[in-house]
């Protein structure tokens, strides 16, 4: 878990950036090499290839050699570790919700049998 536990924040840490994580945008529709990554954006081939490998050195990206192509493929099974990790929190904050909601129609149902405490009387 510890391995996850870094890697998911080496993850993290890439996608915080606004290029990075267009570049990944892009890189789900096709694969791509950093030069075509580079087109959209007034910056240098350089600074592109730097992004693409701080994505690369945290797992979300991998390069292969396709013939005088290097393309950039996106590594889809980064973001089963990244569901994983949303999953389990967003389970728990749910469960949190649904013992507020709980609270709250108790608290409602009190306040309901205070104002009309007759109607709770029957007998």
Do not use: C, N
């Amino acid at each position: 878990m510890v391995d996850d536990e870094d890697r998911l924040t080496r993850v993290f840490a890439a996608l915080a950036d606004p290029t990075r994580r267009d570049i990944v945008a892009r890189l789900t529709a096709a694969d791509a090499t950093v030069g075509e990554l580079a087109a959209p954006y007034a910056v240098s081939t350089q600074a592109v290839s730097k992004h693409v490998k701080v994505l690369e050195e945290a797992g979300v990206v991998r390069r292969s050699r396709d013939a005088q192509r290097r393309p950039v493929h996106l590594d889809a099974e980064v973001f089963d570790l990244m569901t994983k990790w949303i999953e389990r929190y967003r389970q728990q904050a749910e469960e949190r919700y649904r013992r507020l909601d709980d609270v709250l129609a108790d608290l409602r149902a009190d306040d309901a049998e205070a104002a009309h405490p007759s109607e709770g009387a029957a007998g």
